[in-house]
């Protein structure tokens, strides 16, 4: 008999040490960029977030959320001081692991002031432009080329706020215009009190891989066993419908189920949002 309790006392032992080492603070980075990552000490911490810690708080991790500019968010991750980068592209951190699917989709567009004439036409139109951009973001081969050769026509913008200290430079014209994606800047333009009808875009941004993403750091022993986790569970919510009741809370729809087509205007339509934002007269501008 005390065989037996012993026996069954070691193994109720490593069941719960493999259960308590299983259980996790996964730690994670990202900047403030609604509705993917917003405040996470909000009922609405962005749709990302809460996919992200529905799935690894149900397998007993514990997610620490926190938000810093971009650029320190990538290399703290990499450094592997933090585990996670929320809504990322690949080209952000092509070292980086990531999920097998997707967590979103991002289109950039060119805005100006709705009283301007400029257009963007290709890379001879940006001549004499002051078009600002998020210092580390991603926005494209092309364009990330010449921000990288600095081109004087892009001015990065750094620090904690750096999308507000750009609308308001477009407002007082000390800007041209700027690089944003339309999901993003319409949460924006509501938390900053700017009217959307301010602004009007210049032309769609270019880019191969529309994509966003959560990147796990490359030097952290589990982070291919996170990537696996977490596509699993972005599936599984998507199949019993939790994923939609998240996206509704910050109309939004699945992206892999909306089928919109990224190559041109006439087929990215408002089915991205679903809000009284008239996107279609605000976005009334083509690309070349």
């Known amino acids: 008999m005390n065989t037996t309790i012993a026996k069954f006392f070691i193994i109720t032992s490593v069941l719960l040490f493999k259960s308590l080492s299983f259980?996790?603070?996964?730690?994670?980075?990202?900047?403030?960029?609604?509705?993917?990552?917003?405040?996470?000490?909000?009922?609405?911490?962005?749709?990302?977030?809460?996919?992200?810690?529905?799935i690894f708080e149900k397998r007993g991790h514990t997610v620490d959320m926190r938000l810093t500019n971009w650029v320190r968010a990538v290399k703290?991750?990499?450094?592997?001081?933090?585990?996670?980068?929320?809504?990322?592209?690949?080209?952000?951190?092509?070292?980086?692991?990531?999920?097998?699917?997707?967590?979103?989709?991002m289109k950039n567009a060119y805005f100006t002031k709705k009283d301007s004439k400029w257009k963007f036409t290709g890379r001879h139109s940006l001549q004499n432009m002051r078009i600002g951009v998020i210092n580390g973001y991603t926005y494209g081969d092309s364009i990330d080329q010449m921000i990288r050769s600095r081109h004087k026509s892009f001015i990065p913008f750094s620090g904690e706020k750096p999308l507000e200290q750009i609308i308001r430079m477009i407002e007082s014209n000390r800007l041209d215009a700027f690089i944003e994606n339309p999901v993003a800047l319409h949460h924006a333009l509501k938390k900053f009190g700017v009217p959307a009808e301010n602004l009007k875009a210049a032309g769609w941004v270019t880019s191969q891989d529309p994509y966003l993403y959560v990147g796990f750091s490359p030097h952290h022993p589990q982070s291919r066993e996170y990537a696996a986790l977490l596509s699993r569970g972005v599936e599984e919510l998507r199949r019993n419908g939790e994923l939609q009741r998240i996206l509704d809370k910050y109309q939004v729809e699945d992206w892999e189920k909306s089928k919109i087509s990224l190559g041109a205007l006439d087929d990215f339509s408002p089915r991205i949002l679903k809000s009284s934002f008239d996107l279609l007269d605000m976005f009334n501008a083509r690309s070349l």
Not at 28 to 38: E, F, K, L, Q, T
Request: with cysteine.
């Open 23 to 54: 259980a996790d603070v996964i730690s994670m980075r990202s900047d403030y960029w609604c509705p993917y990552v917003c405040d996470p000490r909000s009922e609405k911490p962005g749709y990302m977030v809460e996919i992200i810690q529905q």
């Open 76 to 105: 703290e991750v990499r450094a592997n001081k933090a585990h996670v980068l929320v809504g990322a592209s690949r080209m952000d951190a092509p070292d980086f692991i990531f999920t097998n699917n997707t967590l979103g989709i």
